[in-house]
């Protein structure tokens, strides 16, 4: 098993979370009060897709487990927001 110190980035709006090299571990979003999304991509605003996940509007906030070693992101996390007021705590490491 890969042990790494796991840290977190907030976001709430477009933007990159995290500037470099790293694994996604996990995530809670927080919906907003309409129907969203929260798209993670590796290399910016216009690189490639790596996950997608729903929300649905004024929805509870909920936890996104990822299994194993996470989800490695290569040059940077950027995530993509969608539905007003949706935001998310990303956990990564």
């Known amino acids: 098993m890969m042990q790494t110190d796991v840290s977190a980035a907030s976001v709430s709006t477009s933007s990159t979370a995290v500037a ?5 571990r996990g995530m809670v979003i927080s919906p ?4 969203g999304s929260v798209v993670l991509k590796d290399g910016g605003s216009s690189g490639t897709t790596l996950i997608t996940i ?3 509007a004024n929805g509870e906030p909920f936890n996104v487990l990822i299994p194993s070693n996470g989800i490695l992101f290569e040059t940077d996390v950027y995530a993509t927001l969608s539905g007003t007021g949706t935001s ?4 990564y490491g």
């Open 32 to 35: 907003g009060s309409a129907n």
């Open 88 to 91: 998310a705590v990303i956990f």
């Open 54 to 56: 729903p929300t649905v």
């Open 20 to 24: 470099y090299r790293t694994r996604v």
